[in-house]
């Protein structure tokens, strides 16, 4: 199996998949323009912030499977997945701590202002009389947008600093909250009227766009604290620009709009201007554990996809067909079996949308169950069942779901 890496893996991960059987092409400088032109004859192609669009897997005739080493997909055209068949995976909460060891570390550095001590060190300027002027954050509250593997690390490291924290997830229940020791909110807003500092975690999804919006922003206090090291789409940057040209809120970002895709270079933003706004480089995964971890969560998953036929954290799978008719047949495990059965089936005009076949001890028989689009008619059925020599019994059941 060829494996095309678009961007920089750790040795020990290009090592594991080439001990699978793997063909690597190691391209860690490829952007977005080079990847549309495709991946040759590659079957995986594994990237972290590279952008894979439409072109690239329309142009790429042996791809059949993106994995993102990271958690977050966006970066992927999931869309233009689905339509070619290319199942798409990502590696989750392998670089939660990371990401929350630098939001914290933005939480931190902006209260003591700590960048802005070591340029002015850096030049020559001795400023003890203004940087002396800090708050502190113990005692203070955190409100927290967000609580997954990413949300939950912070809120850990919160708690360890004495800071209280309000929190807010669509999937947060009230014994969710009590578990992880914050208070629970009912909104994004209510968390912004509670909180001296708003860190967000939350996945670039369409309901969460813009998440943070004007609204929100204005339920801030002036002198509060905006920490976004989720996505840059999921904050209102026009709103949160001129919050902080007013002067009345502070932010700490390591992602913004119009981030360039390259590794160097220049870069011109607004955010350059603002004396009360920090930037990082969009390194919040970046660290050695991180990256060793999603690596080989990476390899693992190519590992399952070329040993077991499966692709664990499978992004682009339709959740539920909506199949209205399940068929559910024990046959002899032999060769042609279900082909004469779905012969029966595409005679008849129904379609195939899942099957999952298993094996019993022995390997001497089988039971697959089948999701049809419509119902087959008692011929069909009967025509099964009367395979007496291949077919053990032929069950149709009303799906769950109908």
């Not at 070619?84 to 989750?92: L, Q, S």
């Not at 981030?259 to 955010?271: D, L, N």
């Amino acid at each position: 199996m060829n494996v095309y890496l678009a961007d920089k893996l750790p040795a020990a991960a290009v090592d594991a998949l080439e001990s699978f059987g793997c063909t690597v092409t190691e391209n860690p400088g490829a952007t977005a323009t080079e990847l549309a032109s495709g991946v040759g004859d590659a079957m995986v192609l594994i990237v972290r912030s590279t952008k894979v669009n439409a072109d690239c897997i329309a142009n790429s005739p042996s791809l059949s499977l993106v994995i993102r080493a990271g958690a977050g997909v966006n970066n992927i055209d999931l869309d233009a997945a689905s339509r070619r068949g290319v199942f798409v995976a990502n590696c989750p909460g392998q670089n939660a701590i990371a990401v929350a060891e630098l939001a914290f570390g933005l939480i931190l550095s902006a209260d003591r202002r700590i960048p802005d001590n070591v340029a002015d060190f850096r030049g020559g300027v001795w400023n003890k009389a203004l940087y002396s002027k800090a708050d502190g954050v113990y005692g203070k509250t955190l409100g927290i947008l967000g609580t997954g593997g990413i949300g939950r690390e912070v809120i850990r490291r919160a708690q360890a600093f004495g800071l209280n924290v309000i929190a807010w997830s669509r999937s947060l229940t009230p014994e969710g909250a009590r578990i992880l020791g914050v208070e629970r909110a009912e909104s994004p807003g209510a968390v912004a009227a509670a909180c001296d500092i708003l860190s967000v975690h939350v996945a670039l999804t369409a309901d969460t766009r813009g998440l943070v919006s004007r609204e929100v922003l204005a339920a801030l206090h002036d002198g509060a604290l905006v920490v976004n090291t989720a996505r840059a789409e999921v904050v209102d940057e026009d709103a949160l620009y001129e919050e902080l040209s007013a002067g009345r809120l502070n932010a700490a970002v390591d992602v913004f709009g119009g981030e360039p895709e390259g590794k160097g270079g220049e870069v011109s933003h607004r955010f350059a201007g603002l004396a009360n706004c920090y930037v990082t480089h969009h390194i919040g995964a970046s660290t050695d554990q991180a990256q060793i971890a999603v690596a080989m969560d990476a390899a693992d998953i190519v590992r399952g996809y070329m040993q077991e036929g499966t692709v664990r954290n499978w992004i682009n799978r339709c959740r539920q067909t909506l199949a209205p008719w399940q068929l559910v047949v024990r046959h002899f495990d032999r060769p042609g079996v279900l082909a004469n059965v779905l012969s029966e089936l595409k005679s008849a005009g129904i379609n195939v949308q899942e099957l999952d076949n298993v094996i019993f001890d022995g390997k001497e028989t089988a039971s697959c169950s089948i999701q049809l689009d419509a119902e087959p008619g008692e011929a069909v059925l009967e025509a099964i069942r009367s395979r007496t020599d291949e077919v053990i019994s032929a069950a149709l059941l009303q799906s769950a779901s109908t």
